[in-house]
């Protein structure tokens, strides 16, 4: 589906391309400390999948929850969480969003509606579920924004997610990011059906499909979809079509993409396509771009500092925030 119909300020766009590159280099940042084992345990990097985010950070309302799964450092910046406490939770710091316990996985920050930062993939879609049960028991005009993988699609609580909510006409906004890959396993070798928007047509949620590889794009049909759950119409689908640059996580080096094929995501690059349209649109200039560079390299190397601090958790935390009988 092609949809063109922004509210977007020319200060809006400029900032959504400064907020791309942030992720982007937050990013590169946190590949940067894995290798030098300053980041332990997994490690899954969202590059390539910016305008994901950035498309719900302009078209969601502050009220609105976000829940995905491990992929989670870009969607939990898009919830304006403090970059240094999400950094410093990958470095096990005391002053990570989870006391440095949960790490990259298991970001989350409740104040600013973000939940996580879950592992078992598709157990978030039903968390999320139970999100917006809680939004229409509270009547607080919020939509829980659920998002899985094309992989997490495919488990079966998804379905049971997917009744429930059009059975309780919930205000949930399901997103299937698409990026073709589930660890090493393409869609087509594990997915009896290579789209996902139609997924939820048994349950008749409604879907459709865009091109994640543009900003404007994303937004819009982010924006629309909240905009009918607001106005009452249940539950809605969109499958996002995107691509991860980088392997599934630190340790796998990818080797299961043609070269081709990643070339040809990368000619697509979000980032590059937004900086095209100002450009070409005289929304900004070179120096513009220059100055955003400048500021997003001078704040990375803030968090950097503030994650490599932070002190680590103290002993005893390991007995807090745990179930035991
Ligand atoms: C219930 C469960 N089964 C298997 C795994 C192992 N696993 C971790 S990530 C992953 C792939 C999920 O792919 P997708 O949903 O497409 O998300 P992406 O990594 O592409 O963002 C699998 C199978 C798991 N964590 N949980
Ligand atoms: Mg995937």
């Known amino acids: 589906m092609s949809i063109q119909n922004t509210k977007l300020s020319n200060d809006d766009i400029i900032s959504a391309y400064e907020f791309m590159l942030f992720i982007r280099r937050f990013e590169e940042k946190a590949s940067e400390l894995y290798g030098q084992g300053k980041i332990g345990g997994f490690c899954h990097l969202y590059i390539g999948q910016e305008a994901v985010a950035c498309g719900i950070k302009y078209a969601k309302s502050a009220n609105d929850k976000i829940i995905t799964a491990y992929r989670d450092h870009g969607l939990i910046l898009a919830c304006d969480c403090d970059p240094k406490s999400v950094m410093a939770e990958l470095t096990g710091r005391i002053d990570g969003t ?24 598709g157990a978030q879609v039903s968390i999320g579920t139970g999100l917006g049960f809680a939004a229409k028991y509270k009547s607080d005009n919020s939509v829980s924004i659920t998002l899985m993988g ?5 488990q079966g609580q998804v379905y049971e997610s997917f009744n429930m909510a059009k059975l309780w006409n919930l205000p949930v906004l399901y997103i299937i990011e ?46 629309i979809s909240l905009d009918k759950i607001r106005n009452g119409s249940g539950p809605q689908l969109i499958e996002i079509i995107t691509y991860r640059y980088r392997g599934h996580s630190m340790s796998d080096p990818a080797k299961y993409r043609t070269k081709d094929e990643v070339e040809h995501f990368k000619s697509k690059d979000p980032i590059q396509t937004l900086k095209k349209h100002i450009l070409n649109n005289n929304i900004a200039n070179e120096i513009i771009f220059k100055e955003i560079d400048k500021k997003i390299k001078q704040k990375i190397n803030d968090i950097e500092k503030f994650s490599l601090e932070s002190p680590l958790p103290n002993e005893n935390l390991l007995y807090e925030h745990i179930y035991s009988n």
């Open 150 to 154: 094309d992989g997490a699609a495919n």
């Open 98 to 121: 989870s006391l440095g316990k949960g790490g990259s996985m298991h970001i989350f920050d409740i104040k600013n509606n973000f939940y996580g930062g879950h592992g078992i993939v």
């Open 178 to 223: 698409n990026n073709g890959y589930a660890m090493g396993t393409s869609v087509k070798r594990s997915s009896s059906t290579t789209s996902f928007f139609n997924r939820g047509i048994s349950f008749e949620i409604p879907g459709f499909a865009v091109d994640g590889m543009d900003f404007f794009t994303v937004y819009d049909a982010i924006r």
